[in-house]
């Protein structure tokens, strides 16, 4: 214990402490440079929040190691900051060149900006969905069919960036699809990887069409490699069959006015015409034939009205 106190005096007495405070201030450049430094840790993240960083923070380190030169006329604390400041300069050099790299065509940038980007996707992440379709944007004229019923293959997801195209059965008309939704979700999420199959819909684009389209194999590859994209994917096609669904919904009606709801397919049937009730089994009548148990509601209890 005495030799461990004995390092701590010698390391906190062993300068002189300051007897006397200078009574002038540094020089504009020491506070500019301290100024610089508040604001630069106010920095966001992503490319451009360290673009914004490492900008101020190498010239806090410029402007204090100018202050060293001229003011205090220290080497050393002259070469930290002078090092500090070559650090922070070829860490802008290095972000300004992967924000170039990572640059995307009119059709991509807008599609980042509208989906992607508010979910807080990354450029780097973005870029990797974009090679994987090969950067590419494919034209669909009015009138002609991305898909037919019983003939075309399920191969590919594509994503609508404009036009409209029109889902058909059978000549029937069952919704629309518009830009920033998938063509091709349900049938996506109907098979495994490993399975095949056909369309049972047919789609036609009403005007001319732009989409982005990812080759199934080349797509769950890219979800093998990364899972956080395999996740991302889901949502969206997840979010895509709900929004189909929901148009479905607002097309089917029943008699009396209702509208059939796939949320509460309970009260679809309590609006339709009564039916003859079906007479349980007898096993499942002796089961039930006790008093009903408290907090469970019995269903053969004609409801209020």
């Known amino acids: 214990m005495g030799e461990n106190a004995s390092f701590w005096e010698s390391l906190i007495y062993a300068h002189p402490t300051c007897a006397t405070w200078k009574q002038e201030a540094e020089g504009s450049i020491y506070h500019l440079a301290s100024i610089l430094f508040v604001v630069g840790f106010m920095g966001g993240s992503g490319f451009f929040?360290?673009?914004?960083?490492?900008?101020l923070l190498g010239l806090g380190f410029l402007c204090s190691s100018v202050w060293a030169w001229l003011d205090v006329c220290a080497a050393d604390i002259?070469?930290?900051?002078?090092?500090?400041?070559t650090i922070c300069f070829v860490q802008f050099i290095y972000v300004t060149y992967q924000v170039r790299s990572v640059s995307f065509d009119k059709e991509f940038q807008e599609l980042y900006s509208a989906l992607f980007q508010p979910l807080g996707i990354s450029l780097t992440v973005y870029r990797k969905i974009v090679l994987c379709c090969d950067a590419e944007v494919v034209t669909l004229e009015k009138e002609h069919c991305y898909a037919m019923q019983g003939k075309t293959p399920i191969d590919k997801l594509s994503l609508l960036v404009s036009g409209r195209i029109r889902v058909?059965?059978?000549?029937?008309f069952l919704h629309y699809i518009f830009p920033l939704q998938f063509l091709d979700s349900p049938e996506w999420d109907s098979l495994r990887p490993t399975e095949e199959g056909i369309f049972q819909v047919t789609l036609t684009a009403e005007t001319d069409c732009r989409y982005v389209a990812w080759r199934r194999k080349k797509l769950y590859l890219l979800f093998a490699k990364h899972r956080f994209i395999s996740r991302l994917f889901s949502i969206l096609i997840g979010s895509d069959i709900a929004e189909k669904l929901y148009a479905l919904n607002d097309r089917v009606h029943v008699g009396k006015g209702f509208r059939y709801d796939i949320r509460l397919p309970n009260f679809y049937h309590a609006s339709l015409p009564k039916t003859p009730p079906v007479p349980p089994p007898r096993r499942l009548q002796r089961r039930s034939s006790g008093r009903p148990r408290p907090g469970v509601p019995n269903c053969n209890t004609p409801r209020k009205q």
């Open 49 to 55: 929040g360290l673009l914004y960083v490492f900008s």
């Open 78 to 85: 002259f070469s930290w900051n002078f090092i500090l400041f």
């Open 168 to 172: 058909t059965v059978d000549g029937e």
